[in-house]
């Protein structure tokens, strides 16, 4: 096997690191788009997805830090408009950039081996986290890939001093900016990871044979050189940053006197829509992301479910990570290790809800150091068979193939299996594990062929008015419908609430969506309608699981679905008479 094996690579040239890199990609493409619509939509894939139809409906966008950064949603609106609305095309922008992760390998060749550029595309292609949110419309991923792009910009220009990778860090940084506000924590954590990492470099030169003063003097001189000739650069790059910045924070309305478009035709109204995106949409993020209400949360729940979540999904990774801190403990490396530390200690601190795709700017920071952990296994394991070591060999080469064996049955359990099992922590809560798929067909058929209301909403999932949904802030009830605005608005559906069985009306619509435990009071009001009642959240209902003598609370919720029978079986009836 292993000849065949080597024979293969051989005749693919895979060992070039390019080659490799780009086989890597095409396969971590596979991945994320094979079956990418069969999972019903996260309840923030809903939310946002409805509010993006909104938009495409209106014209209207204005930045609201609630909804995460613009980027995200303007691309998929784009998408919307090329491809159509779907699951699929609402996951594509995100599953592309999750491919094309791998490929920011090659820009740290300058700092690694080939087989560890290789290996690096291999994490980012493989981690279960990564490959799980590549797959869902979510920012983090592309946050999380931009600022990636950034960081090996950087590396590259100062070794290769090459000023065009300036720019690309620039306009990566800038990209990263407009998709999630958390990408300004990234250089904070660099700023740390740097300042740890000399010194330590300082203390090596104190306690040993250099001299901390010269290497000061030596690195200002450095810094300063460096500077000089990259000036006429450092000077375009803010405006770089700016532009990219303006394009996706900048409102869009219909209107003549509003917006970026306007602002195109009319170059006077730029300055003010200049100062909108950048102070306004700066002054609306401090607003609520700064708020300490925002994080008013025990640290310790939070902390032990980041690291649950970094345990189930990405152990590997931690594993190898910390193998090349023991064994290559290169300043990349150190560095690396001190920026995914900062993530572990400060994410749980400043995150709103316990979310498991804050673990992958924690991931990010593990894949250089876990890439080069992974070759100096291998490397270790052939020099102990050399050696004749042979239980030692056994062993790296047990933990290679138990720690491939994790990340494909990791990937498979937390992201391919549909629906997803009620303790997959990966899939956070909001994730629906009920089968809704023929639910919301049969939604979207009856609507299609429907006069007048199509779905009521009752009791708590009412509203008094549904036009108080199109944008943020909604009514706190609006949210417990979720994911099934985005469903409803694809369909084009007419949607009502009432809050009391009275208020239904003699001649209900054909859809009526209730909470399970309102099932007794709704239930005689609609005769002649078919009732299944499913999942809307990862469980059913609440849960307690004990655990070495501790209890945790998870929460859970179905909801009743009234289908009026004759209006499903007039508009199947009426949907197979079109397509024949």
Not at 194 to 211: E, F, M, P, V
Not at 271 to 285: D, F, K, Y
Not at 453 to 464: A, E, F, K, P, Q
């Amino acid at each position: 096997m292993a000849p065949l094996v080597r024979s293969v690579i051989d005749r693919l040239e895979v060992r070039e690191p390019r080659r490799a890199i780009t086989l890597v990609v095409f396969v971590a493409l596979v991945a994320r788009l094979v079956a990418l619509d069969v999972r019903i939509a996260h309840w923030d894939e809903g939310r946002v997805g409805y509010w993006i139809l909104h938009t495409a409906a209106t014209g209207w966008w204005e930045y609201r830090p609630i909804i995460h950064g613009p980027f995200v949603q303007h691309v998929t609106r784009w998408t919307f408009e090329i491809g159509g609305v779907s699951d699929f095309t609402m996951r594509l922008p995100v599953a592309l950039i999750g491919s094309a992760l791998p490929a920011t390998a090659l820009l740290f060749r300058s700092r690694l081996r080939d087989v560890e550029t290789i290996a690096l595309g291999v994490v980012l292609a493989a981690n279960p986290l990564l490959l799980y949110y590549s797959r869902f419309m979510r920012s983090d991923v592309p946050v999380a890939a931009f600022v990636f792009v950034t960081f090996g910009a950087l590396v590259a220009a100062v070794d290769l001093d090459r000023r065009r990778y300036l720019h690309l860090a620039a306009i990566a940084f800038a990209l990263s900016l407009t998709v999630k506000e958390n990408a300004i924590l990234y250089p904070v954590s660099w700023l740390g990871a740097g300042t740890l990492l000399a010194l330590s470099r300082l203390a090596d030169d104190h306690y040993g044979n250099g001299d901390p003063r010269k290497t000061l003097q030596r690195w200002a001189r450095a810094i300063r050189r460096r500077a000089w000739a990259w000036r006429r650069s450092l000077i375009v790059l803010p405006v770089e940053i700016l532009a990219v910045f303006v394009f996706f924070y900048a409102p869009r309305s219909p209107k003549t006197d509003v917006g970026l478009w306007s602002a195109v035709a009319d170059p006077t109204l730029l300055p003010g829509v200049v100062r909108h995106a950048t102070l306004g949409s700066m002054g609306e993020i401090a607003d609520l992301w700064l708020s300490p209400s925002i994080r008013g949360h025990a640290y310790g729940p939070y902390l032990a479910h980041f690291v649950i979540v970094l345990a189930v999904a990405a152990a590997a990774t931690a594993v190898f990570a910390a193998l090349a801190v023991r064994w290559q403990p290169r300043p990349i490396v150190t560095f690396c290790g001190w920026w995914a530390l900062s993530g572990v200690v400060g994410y749980p601190y400043v995150a709103d809800v316990k979310a498991p795709w804050l673990a992958v700017h924690v991931v990010i920071a593990l894949a250089i150091p876990a890439a080069i952990g992974l070759v100096a296994t291998v490397d270790r394991i052939r020099k102990a068979r050399v050696e004749r070591r042979q239980l030692e060999a056994i062993g790296l080469a047990a933990l290679l193939v138990s720690s491939g064996g994790f990340v494909i049955a990791s990937a498979g359990l937390t992201t391919f299996q549909q629906p997803p099992h009620e303790l997959n922590i990966v899939a956070q809560g909001g994730q629906p594990s009920g089968d809704l798929r023929p639910i919301i067909e049969d939604m979207q058929a009856v609507a299609a062929h429907n006069e007048g209301t199509d779905v009521l909403y009752y009791g708590n999932l009412s509203i008094r008015d549904e036009a108080r949904a199109d944008h943020p802030p909604v009514p706190p009830r609006w949210f417990n419908r979720l994911p099934l605005p985005w469903y409803t608005e694809r369909a084009n559906a007419t949607v009502d609430s009432v809050d009391t069985v009275a208020d239904i009306a003699a001649d209900p619509p054909p859809v009526v969506i209730a909470e399970s435990d309102a099932r007794s009071d709704v239930g005689g009001a609609l005769d002649g309608y078919a009732v299944r009642e499913e999942a809307i959240l990862i469980r059913p209902g609440p849960r307690t699981i004990s655990v070495v003598g501790f209890e945790y609370h998870l929460g859970g919720k179905s909801l009743a679905f009234y289908i009026d029978r004759e209006a499903l079986s007039a508009a199947t009836a009426g949907h197979e008479g079109d397509t024949r």
